[in-house]
């Protein structure tokens, strides 16, 4: 069965930064677009960003554009997020997507 295993979170300084992983099973990883969200308390769960399957294209939301980047190891099954410039309110839980499937998250906190 699918797998999105999410890992990396952890208390950060504003202005730090922080590297996520996500770990895939249970399907071809390297034939699929990935995504990362992200929940804050009290919010909804908000799209942060996007890769395509070869890793070509990304996107991002325009609150983390030129801070964030994402990527992927095809030979790992592996998505990345790197985290720089990380300010308050980009604490949450982050998430791994791939269509309908959600890990469990890893949580990020920025605090000094």
């Known amino acids: 069965q699918v797998q999105l295993v999410e890992s990396g979170g952890d208390l950060v300084q504003p202005g730090g930064s922080l590297r996520l992983s996500c770990t895939a099973s249970?399907?071809?990883?390297?034939?699929?677009?990935m995504s990362w969200y992200r929940q804050a308390p009290g919010k909804e769960r908000e799209f942060v960003a996007t890769?395509?399957?070869?890793?070509?294209?990304?996107n991002y939301a325009d609150s983390v554009k030129g801070r964030f980047t994402i990527s992927r190891d095809n030979v790992g099954n592996r998505l990345y997020l790197q985290m720089n410039s990380l300010k308050s309110e980009d604490a949450a839980v982050y998430y791994c997507?791939?269509?309908?499937?959600w890990g469990k998250g890893t949580l990020v906190t920025v605090s000094s």
């Open positions: 890769i395509t399957s070869s890793g070509g294209t990304t």
């Open positions: 997507n791939f269509g309908v499937y």
């Open positions: 249970g399907f071809t990883f390297s034939r699929y677009s």
